[in-house]
C-alpha cells in the first residue's frame, strides 16, 4: 500500500539559507500534518492543513511557512535557518473521517 | 495545553518477556494512539482506539483506551529483538477530526536482551 513520502530524506543547509521540504499524503488522503523532533524529544507539532487550508496551527516558527496544494501535497517552506532547527521534520496524513495518522520516514535536515 | 506523560521512560527486558507501559493525561481525550519509532524513522501506528473501555489486540500488542478517557496502556507479549525502539502514546484532543493536531507523549524507550 502507498505511504506517505517525505522529500528529500537529508538535507543539509547552511545557517541564514532557506530549505523546502516536501510531503505526499497518502492517496485521497485530504489533512497533512507537519511535526518536528529534535534529538531524543518527541514529535512537536507545527501546523496543519485540511482540504488545501491550513486548519492548525501549533509551535511554528514565523520563519517557516507551509501550504497544500491542489493535489494534496505539501512543502514546509524554512527561511533564515538557524543551528536549532536542525531535526527530523516529519509529515502525517490522513482522511477527515478516519483519526488514524500516518506518517512518513522524515526528512534529516542538519544546518551548519 | 494537553500533555499527555508516559511511563516508563524506559525499560530493559529479557527476551520473551512481557511489556506494559502506559500513558497518562490531565485532559480527556477522543482517541488514543500508539506508535512505534525506530531510529531516524518515521513513527509507525500500532494501534488505534476509539472509545472508553475498549481494548484492541494487534498481534502480540494489546492496548486499552481507560474509561476515564485520560489513560492507556499497551501491552507487548513474548518481546523479540525487533520489538526495540520508542513507543509513543499519541492523544486527539477534541470531537474536531478536522484541524486538532495530535498531541504525543515523550515516549517510552525499549531494549530489549537477547
Redo the contacts between chains.
Keep these: 500500500a502507498a505511504g506517505?513520502i517525505?522529500s528529500p530524506r537529508h538535507l543539509i543547509k547552511e545557517k541564514r539559507e532557506t530549505a523546502t521540504l516536501k510531503c505526499y499524503p497518502i492517496p485521497r488522503h485530504d489533512?497533512v500534518?507537519w511535526?518536528q523532533q529534535g534529538p531524543g524529544?518527541?514529535?512537536?507539532?507545527l501546523i496543519?492543513f485540511?482540504e488545501k487550508m491550513q486548519?492548525?496551527k501549533?509551535s511554528i516558527p514565523d520563519r517557516f511557512s507551509a501550504q497544500q496544494f491542489s493535489d494534496y501535497h505539501s512543502e514546509l517552506n524554512m527561511s533564515s535557518l538557524e543551528l536549532g532547527d536542525s531535526a527530523?521534520y516529519?509529515c502525517?496524513s490522513k482522511f477527515?473521517?478516519?483519526?488514524?495518522?500516518?506518517?512518513?520516514?522524515?526528512t534529516?535536515l542538519t544546518v551548519v | 495545553g494537553q500533555q499527555l506523560n508516559q511511563s516508563p521512560q524506559s525499560m530493559f527486558i529479557q527476551e520473551g518477556e512481557d511489556v506494559s507501559m502506559n500513558c497518562t493525561s490531565s485532559s480527556i481525550f477522543?482517541?488514543w494512539?500508539w506508535?512505534k519509532q525506530d531510529p531516524?524513522?518515521?513513527?509507525?501506528?500500532l494501534i488505534?482506539l476509539?472509545k472508553a473501555g475498549e481494548l484492541t489486540s494487534n498481534g502480540r500488542l494489546t492496548a486499552q483506551f481507560g474509561i476515564t478517557r485520560k489513560d492507556s496502556f499497551l501491552n507487548i507479549s513474548a518481546s523479540i529483538p525487533s520489538d526495540v525502539g520508542i513507543y509513543?502514546c499519541?492523544g486527539?484532543p477534541t470531537d474536531n477530526?478536522?484541524?486538532?493536531?495530535?498531541?504525543?507523549?515523550?515516549?517510552t524507550r525499549l531494549s530489549v536482551l537477547p
Excluded: K
Design positions: 506517505v517525505q489533512t500534518y511535526y524529544q518527541d514529535p512537536q507539532f496543519s485540511y486548519s492548525d501549533g527530523l516529519f502525517a477527515r473521517l478516519n483519526t488514524e495518522a500516518f506518517f512518513g520516514q522524515g534529516r | 477522543n482517541t494512539l506508535y531516524g524513522e518515521g513513527p509507525v501506528l488505534a476509539y509513543f499519541a486527539q477530526p478536522y484541524g486538532q493536531n495530535f498531541v504525543f507523549g515523550p515516549g
